[in-house]
């Protein structure tokens, strides 16, 4: 198996996909709301003192703290994220079988 994401497979083998998200990321990567968080960001990375020394950490927002963790962990982490929040739906015993239940 490839060590590529399925996403990375994709826009790999997909030019005209590839430039279109390409294009999309470079305007929402202008958007200031997104230079202001990432402003925001390289600053505590330099306070924590860990701002390009390749040590694999990177601060972390949890539940309105920044913490340092590592990279992966907090890259991978999708469930802080309200829209992941929204699309689980809510938790308990109602959750159950709300996909394709064969026309049941």
Same mark, same amino acid.
């Not at 860990?50 to 913490?67: L, P």
């Not at 109602?94 to 049941?104: A, F, V």
């Given at each position: ?6 996403? /990375?497979?994709?826009?790999?083998? !997909? ?11 470079? /305007? ?6 997104q230079v202001k968080r990432r402003v925001f960001d ?31 962990? !907090? ?6 994220? /309200?829209?992941?929040?929204? /699309?689980?739906?809510k938790k308990g015993k ?5 996909? !394709?239940?064969?026309?049941?």
């Open positions: 198996m490839s060590k590529l994401s399925r996403t /990375a497979r994709y826009y790999r083998k !997909n030019k005209k996909a590839r430039e279109k998200r390409n294009e999309y990321q470079k /305007a929402y990567n202008k958007k200031p709301s390289n600053k505590k990375n330099r306070e924590f003192g860990t701002y390009g020394n390749y040590d694999g950490k990177d601060v972390s927002h949890r539940n309105g703290r920044v913490v340092l963790e590592s990279e992966h962990k !907090n890259r991978a982490s999708k469930s802080a994220t /309200a829209g992941d929040r929204r /699309a689980r739906g109602g959750r159950k079988n709300k996909g !394709n239940t064969g026309g049941t």
